[in-house]
């Protein structure tokens, strides 16, 4: 794919009743729920931005004067915005129709009640190569925290599409956030319709819906049970990841492990580095191979001795880190946790409510590299001349 291809609109559903979040939308329509003091709308708009979108196309319906007096014309936000006004009983699909004067041939598409952190890169790249009309993102829920709606194929191709979640093998959530060709408005009806429940079966039948699937957990305001959570998630961090052996301490000879706090040597500026980091509010997460407990090496009670003495260390020194994830499984076990695989980060990123894609992760090998890339995180490798301390005085300038 080229890179230099982008996406300059996106598209809102934002005219629904927002019923279930009662009474805060009855005088106040969904999109414009306060996260930390700001309109969700606005969190959406921020991050379309980040991505390169020039155009924002509202679709509105309930309580449109709310969102037009506040965003207007979108200049304040760096944005252009436009709105398409409709009925308040119209069905996404008919919204979606009535505003077709106004897209262009391939847009971004999204409810407005959503948050999904993304890699556009690797999304157009899976778009592009499966010649689809219509790209959903698939939230893989592999912790099942909701249960799935939607059955993605091996080939990447949307198979099963159930509102109702009952369906038998479904492996995903449909996360709301698409990437639409033009083409899909000649497949709709004229009366008033649900996109997902008209257009779905139709693209699917075809294999002109493709699922983009994704470990990135999506964050809703679609009920108000949710709403705490998301507030959590959208909460301005700065968080960084650190490799431990070789970035944190010295590492042991090869084929060999650190059994004990005595063999465990902090490299130079270390201390410093954490210090560093904290004093500009980081927040800081080891994610460590542990791979000598499955050989028998050490034990999960050597490991944790080694890590406690470790975090006295640096509350002696006026510091501390955030966490410690480490994988315990050998190399051939099949885990998705063992780096190059990104699971510590996804279930850190779980446990705080971090947005990977704004994260940084230092390691000192092309795996850790592979891994935080693979994480969507920014990452970039330290080594003898190019140490922790010299990484972070890097980071914290730019």
């Given at each position: 794919?080229?890179?230099?291809?982008?996406?300059?609109?996106?598209?809102i559903?934002?005219?629904?009743?927002?019923t279930?979040l009662c009474p805060l939308?009855?005088?106040?329509?969904?999109p414009?729920?306060?996260i930390?003091?700001?309109?969700?709308?606005?969190?959406?708009?921020?991050?379309?931005?980040?991505?390169g979108?020039?155009?924002?196309?509202?679709?509105?319906?309930?309580?449109?004067?709310k969102?037009?007096?506040?965003?207007?014309?979108?200049s304040?936000f760096?944005?252009?915005?436009?709105y398409?006004?409709g009925k308040?009983?119209?069905?996404?699909?008919?919204r979606?129709?009535?505003?077709?004067?106004l897209?262009?041939d391939?847009f971004?598409?999204?409810?407005?009640?959503?948050?999904?952190?993304?890699n556009?890169?690797?999304?157009?790249?899976?778009?592009f190569?499966?010649n689809?009309?219509?790209t959903?993102?698939?939230y893989t829920?592999?912790?099942?925290?909701?249960?799935?709606?939607?059955?993605v194929?091996?080939?990447?191709?949307v198979?099963?599409y159930?509102?109702t979640?009952?369906?038998?093998?479904l492996?995903?959530?449909?996360?709301?956030?698409?990437?639409?060709?033009k083409?899909?408005?000649?497949l709709?009806?004229?009366?008033?319709?649900?996109f997902?429940?008209v257009?779905?079966?139709?693209?699917l039948?075809?294999k002109?819906?493709?699922?983009?699937m994704t470990?990135?957990?999506?964050?809703?305001i679609?009920?108000?049970e949710?709403?705490?959570?998301t507030?959590?998630?959208?909460?301005?961090?700065?968080?960084?990841?650190l490799?431990?052996?070789?970035?944190?301490?010295?590492k042991?000879?090869?084929?060999?492990?650190?059994?004990?706090?005595?063999?465990f040597?902090l490299?130079?500026?270390?201390?410093?580095a954490i210090?560093?980091?904290?004093?500009?509010?980081?927040?800081?997460y080891?994610?460590s191979?542990?791979a000598?407990?499955?050989r028998k090496?050490?034990t999960?009670e050597?490991?944790?001795?080694?890590?406690d003495?470790?975090?006295?260390e640096?509350?002696?020194?006026?510091?501390?880190?955030?966490?410690?994830?480490?994988?315990?499984?050998?190399?051939?076990e099949?885990c998705?946790?063992?780096?190059p695989?990104t699971?510590?980060?996804?279930?850190a990123?779980k446990d705080?409510?971090?947005?990977?894609?704004?994260a940084?992760f230092?390691?000192?090998?092309?795996?850790?590299l592979?891994?935080?890339?693979?994480?969507d995180?920014k990452?970039?490798?330290?080594?003898?001349?190019?140490?922790l301390?010299?990484?972070?005085?890097?980071?914290?300038?730019q």
């Open positions: 794919m080229d890179k230099s291809v982008k996406i300059r609109q996106a598209v559903l934002a005219g629904g009743l927002g279930r939308t009855d005088s106040l329509p969904k414009m729920i306060p930390n003091g700001r309109p969700f709308l606005e969190y959406q708009i921020k991050l379309l931005k980040e991505k979108v020039e155009e924002i196309i509202l679709l509105l319906g309930y309580l449109p004067e969102i037009m007096d506040y965003f207007k014309d979108g304040r760096g944005v252009s915005i436009k398409s006004v308040i009983e119209d069905e996404t699909g008919t979606i129709k009535n505003a077709s004067h897209l262009d391939l971004f598409l999204l409810y407005c009640d959503n948050y999904l952190p993304f556009l890169e690797k999304f157009l790249k899976f778009h190569g499966h689809a009309l219509l959903s993102t698939i829920n592999r912790d099942n925290s909701t249960k799935n709606n939607i059955l194929d091996d080939s990447g191709y198979f099963v159930d509102k979640r009952t369906a038998e093998n492996n995903g959530v449909e996360a709301g956030f698409f990437i639409m060709d083409k899909v408005i000649d709709m009806p004229e009366h008033n319709f649900s997902e429940k257009i779905f079966p139709v693209l039948k075809d002109k819906m493709a699922g983009f470990d990135h957990k999506y964050y809703s679609g009920s108000l949710r709403l705490p959570l507030e959590k998630f959208l909460k301005p961090k700065k968080v960084i990841f490799d431990r052996d070789g970035v944190i301490n010295k042991a000879a090869r084929g060999e492990y650190i059994k004990n706090w005595k063999e040597e490299l130079p500026g270390v201390i410093e210090k560093m980091l904290k004093e500009n509010n980081y927040s800081i080891i994610i191979n542990q000598g407990i499955a090496m050490m999960t050597d490991l944790e001795i080694i890590h003495n470790f975090r006295k640096l509350q002696k020194n006026g510091t501390d880190i955030d966490g410690i994830y480490y994988c315990p499984h050998g190399w051939n099949g998705e946790c063992r780096k695989k699971g510590m980060f996804f279930q990123a705080h409510a971090i947005d990977l894609t704004k940084v230092i390691g000192d090998d092309e795996r850790d592979e891994a935080g890339e693979a994480a995180c990452a970039f490798l330290v080594n003898q001349d190019f140490n301390l010299k990484a972070v005085k890097s980071l914290i300038k």
